[in-house]
């Protein structure tokens, strides 16, 4: 499949199922980061992360899929997504901040590190 919208497609339906099986974590995101398009890989990890509640390895394994996004907007997207859903504490949190400092625009990254900041203090 070459399409990176079609790839999408599939992804969102297997993570609209119901239970997401973590197992399949791997595959989901070695698709996820085939992509060019960072609109559709970005809409993939939403969809994933909005439907299911995955363990703190695969959010760190997200985290990584981040990294391969080529568009600074749509990384810091989905990190802000996954700051407001998920406790960072840890290694999780230094994931998180790891992506983070892979947006190369100021304007993202300092959204995307702050959402990070807030929710430490909360």
Avoid: C, W
Avoid at 37 to 56: A, H, I
Avoid at 108 to 122: G, H
């Amino acid at each position: 499949m070459s399409s990176d919208y079609e790839k999408s497609r599939l992804l969102i339906a297997l993570a609209n199922k119901g239970k997401f099986d973590e197992s399949q974590m791997d595959y989901y995101l070695k698709v996820v980061n085939s992509m060019r398009q960072p609109n559709e890989s970005s809409r993939s990890l939403l969809e994933l992360m909005n439907r299911n509640k995955v363990s703190d390895a695969s959010l760190r394994k997200v985290l990584e899929a981040v990294g391969h996004i080529n568009s600074d907007y749509e990384k810091a997207r989905v990190l802000l997504d996954i700051a407001h859903q998920y406790p960072l504490e840890g290694t999780l949190r230094n994931s998180y901040i790891d992506a983070a400092n892979t947006i190369k625009g100021e304007y993202e990254r300092n959204r995307a590190l702050a959402a990070v900041a807030k929710r430490a203090t909360l």
